[in-house]
């Protein structure tokens, strides 16, 4: 850490019960009754735009030998949508909406014709 002026390293994942959807609604982040999705949180903190690169792929690195002892273990899979809240940047914004997506910008085409949403930060719905 010290050669890359790392401060802080975090990594936790969140358990949710299976039960935790059973009494939600629909909604633009695709979840289903009984398939929790708890969100593995990997946070590092540096010093210095000259480490970002070793720093993210290092993040990079950890989230996916983590997600690889997920899968084989059988708490996670490649279906599952990801949580928006603990996304890198560039995360696609499929990965995000899954199966949703294509609602989600029939819907922006009917209600947001001028795009002013793609003038707000986050993950963009692409136009239909």
């Not at 014709?113 to 719905?125: D, V």
């Amino acid at each position: 850490m010290k050669d890359n002026q790392g401060k802080m390293v975090v990594i936790d994942a969140w358990p949710f019960l299976p039960s935790m959807f059973d009494n939600s609604t629909p909604a633009a982040w695709p979840h289903k009754k009984g398939q929790p999705n708890g969100p593995l949180i990997v946070c590092f903190q540096w010093e210095g735009e000259n480490n970002d690169a070793y720093w993210i792929g290092l993040l990079m690195q950890i989230l996916q030998s983590i997600q690889k002892v997920a899968k084989q273990e059988g708490c996670t899979h490649d279906q599952l949508p990801v949580y928006c809240n603990t996304s890198l940047a560039d995360t696609p914004v499929e990965n995000i909406y899954k199966n949703n997506l294509w609602k989600l910008r029939r819907i922006r085409a009917k209600y947001d014709p001028n795009e002013m949403m793609s003038r707000a930060g986050g993950f963009r719905i692409p136009p239909a």
